[in-house]
């Protein structure tokens, strides 16, 4: 089954953000593109898609939308991007951020 989930900068769990939240960018549109290309090894097994806030939307991006399978290799991929952008991951199945 496939999941969906959010890579945002978030420094409080979800209930104790304000209502009006909005989460800071992860960094330049450049800053954001490089460390997918980092994180994101070119592997044809890989069931992850992830999709970058248009520059429409945001001009510096504030969420990457991730959706695919969090098996062992998927979640170490997000588990790393996060780290280098200090973000967190939001599980929308769970409901919550969750640790990878």
């Known amino acids: 089954m ?3 989930g959010l890579i945002v900068k978030a420094k409080a769990d ?3 953000l304000p209502r009006d939240w909005v989460p800071e960018p992860l960094g330049s549109r450049s800053k954001v593109m490089a460390a997918i290309a980092q994180c994101i090894p070119q592997d044809p097994s890989l069931a992850l898609s992830l999709l970058v806030e248009e520059p429409h939307e945001s001009e510096e991006p504030r969420c990457i ?10 979640s170490a991929v997000l588990a790393h991007l996060c780290q280098v952008l200090g973000a967190r991951f939001y599980d929308a199945e769970a409901a919550e951020f969750i640790r990878l």
């Open 14 to 16: 979800l209930d104790q």
């Open 65 to 74: 939308t991730a959706s695919g399978v969090w098996g062992p290799k998927e």
């Open 2 to 4: 496939a999941s969906i």
